[in-house]
């Protein structure tokens, strides 16, 4: 008898932990992009159309949505971000929605990113609110967030859902951020000729060419290497002092030879080349 108890009781307990493990109508969902140097990132539910009228019946007008479904969705910055015009800090956030029939949506940023749906919710904890407006779009099955419109600096996150989409545009300080790396960089003190020649090429990329040169002439310094030789080739042509270019050009040719590196060697040969003819 008391094996069977225990028999009855295990095969309980395996059957109420397998009945857990069931399919969600609106499953979890997450989206990850890189923007610049920032991860931004998306955790949200994925409700589907099903064949009903989502805005202005399933989704009210003019009354706060969750913005997918269970789980409030989550926003997660890994630096500061400009959204609505306001800095958003680096950390965890809610996403909420009021849909409007005619005119802006208003999206809501919100600092509790714990929230169940719209329970417990805080208009004090709002952190911005975004008139976004509601385009007509190509039909959506399944709520859909993600990104679109990205550079450097900025991007935006979309929200389509049945027969509309909406974009809230925000922007990142790539420039700021990439600045400060390498401030902490120099001041680790590590492998600075590749230090130097990769912040060359940035600050070459940004058409800061006076500060771009100073850290290739600070790397070949230290080291002189054919991958920093030919990133001050490249400033100084895009500097417009072509000779110079040429010359600098053939001597990281020499260097990517004698480093058996034939791969660069070749691409830094095509390069002046060209240069040569223009």
Do not use: C
């Amino acid at each position: 008898m008391k094996k069977l108890i225990i028999s009855l009781a295990t095969g309980i307990f395996a059957f109420t932990a397998t009945a857990q493990e069931l399919p969600k109508p609106s499953p979890l969902s997450e989206v990850q992009q890189k923007v610049g140097l920032t991860s931004v990132k998306i955790e949200y539910s994925r409700p589907s159309a099903k064949g009903r009228t989502i805005f202005g019946e399933l989704v009210p007008y003019d009354k706060m949505w969750r913005l997918g479904a269970n789980m409030a969705t989550k926003l997660s910055l890994s630096t500061p971000a400009t959204i609505g015009g306001k800095e958003v800090a680096a950390g965890d956030y809610s996403m909420q929605a009021i849909p409007a029939e005619n005119g802006d949506w208003t999206i809501i940023i919100n600092s509790d990113a714990e929230l169940r749906g719209l329970s417990g919710y805080d208009e004090k904890k709002d952190i911005v609110r975004i008139n976004a407006k509601a385009m007509v779009n190509s039909f959506t099955e399944t709520f859909t967030m993600g990104f679109d419109k990205l550079t450097n600096n900025s991007a935006v996150i979309t929200i389509q859902w049945e027969k509309l989409r909406i974009d809230v545009p925000f922007t990142v300080n790539t420039d700021k951020i990439a600045k400060d790396n390498i401030a902490a960089a120099i001041k680790k003190g590590e492998e600075l000729d590749k230090v130097y020649s990769t912040a060359a090429s940035y600050y070459n990329d940004t058409k800061d060419y006076k500060t771009a040169l100073m850290y290739a002439d600070k790397s070949l310094k230290i080291k002189k290497t054919h991958q920093a030789m030919f990133t001050k080739a490249r400033i100084l042509k895009a500097k417009g002092d072509k000779a110079a270019a040429i010359k600098a050009g053939k001597e990281a040719m020499e260097l990517a030879t004698k480093s058996e590196s034939k791969g660069w060697a070749n691409y830094i040969k095509g390069n002046v080349e060209k240069w040569e003819k223009e």
